[in-house]
């Protein structure tokens, strides 16, 4: 029998409220080891909220969060061991270089100084930053900015990755060499990743998680969302946009 696979992202029963806003409820989801999903949702859904309680940096208002089997609360430190995180804008410094922003993430996460340089190395190579090493990260184009971040997510050689809009701002080639980059990290890592563009979701996931106004509206195989037409018709029906609003018609007058 084969053995069941670890769940290394799991979500139960999120949410998030900002006074009386419900940013996030009842958030339920596991993804087990070596998936890819695509997190797809309109602008304001929750996909970062619900990204940022999932890597610890904010405290739900109710349910748990867990990644490789850790509590993201009161197993802080042994669930960042596993993760890597790519929040929307950075974490850069403008002023440091990319190679010193390395060596300040990796001592901060405690690698000894020749683990450290091995993995500098690895990562460099891995994310091509040759090119940048020395130049202020403030000076670099977007796509560069990109790389770097995805080198100090990758640092430490998590299992797991969480990535919130990766792609967002980058030109096509840049997107193309991104997604490139997923799909070989996706052979050794589980991956979670956020985007509210539809063609990011049959490009990177073999699952998709939409979410609307803080709920989870489908999880399931791209494929079976799409039933052989576009992704547009579903997202449109079950994101509820426009609802109440005619389409505007010529004056015939
Ligand atoms: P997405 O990442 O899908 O665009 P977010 O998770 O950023 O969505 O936001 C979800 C909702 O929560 C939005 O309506 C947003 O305006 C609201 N929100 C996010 N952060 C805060 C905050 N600190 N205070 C109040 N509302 C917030």
Do not use: W
Not at 47 to 61: D, E, H, N, Q
Not at 119 to 127: A, F, G, M
Not at 158 to 175: H, K, R, S
Not at 183 to 193: F, H, N
């Amino acid at each position: 029998m084969a053995a069941t696979p670890k769940i290394m992202i799991e979500a139960r029963g999120l949410a998030k409220y900002y006074g009386p806003f419900v940013a996030v409820r009842d958030v339920t989801f596991a993804i087990p080891e070596g998936q890819i999903v695509a997190f797809l949702g309109p602008n304001g859904a929750g996909k970062s909220t619900t990204m940022r309680i999932l890597t610890g940096y904010l405290a739900p208002s109710g349910g748990t969060a867990r990644i490789a089997g850790f509590d993201v609360r009161t197993q802080r430190l042994e669930a960042a061991k596993r993760l890597g995180y790519l929040p929307e804008n950075g974490p850069l410094y403008d002023d440091m270089t990319p190679v010193g922003l390395l060596k300040f993430f990796g001592e901060a996460r405690c690698l000894p100084p020749d683990r450290l340089s091995q993995r500098i190395d690895l990562v460099v190579e891995q994310c091509a930053l040759h090119d940048v090493l020395e130049k202020p990260i403030g000076k670099l184009s977007r796509g560069y900015r990109q790389r770097v971040g995805l080198a100090q997510a990758l640092l430490h050689d998590p299992e797991v990755l969480i990535m919130d809009e990766p792609t967002a701002g980058l030109d096509p080639n840049q997107i193309r060499e991104f997604r490139e980059n997923i799909k070989v990290l996706g052979k050794t890592k589980t991956i979670l990743i956020s985007t509210h563009i539809l063609q990011e979701v049959s490009a990177v996931g073999d699952r998709v998680l939409l979410i609307h106004n803080g709920k989870l509206v489908y999880d399931g195989k791209p494929d079976e969302l799409r039933k052989g037409g576009s992704l547009e018709e579903p997202f449109y029906r079950l994101t509820g946009y426009g609802k109440g609003i005619s389409p505007v018609k010529e004056d015939t007058d």
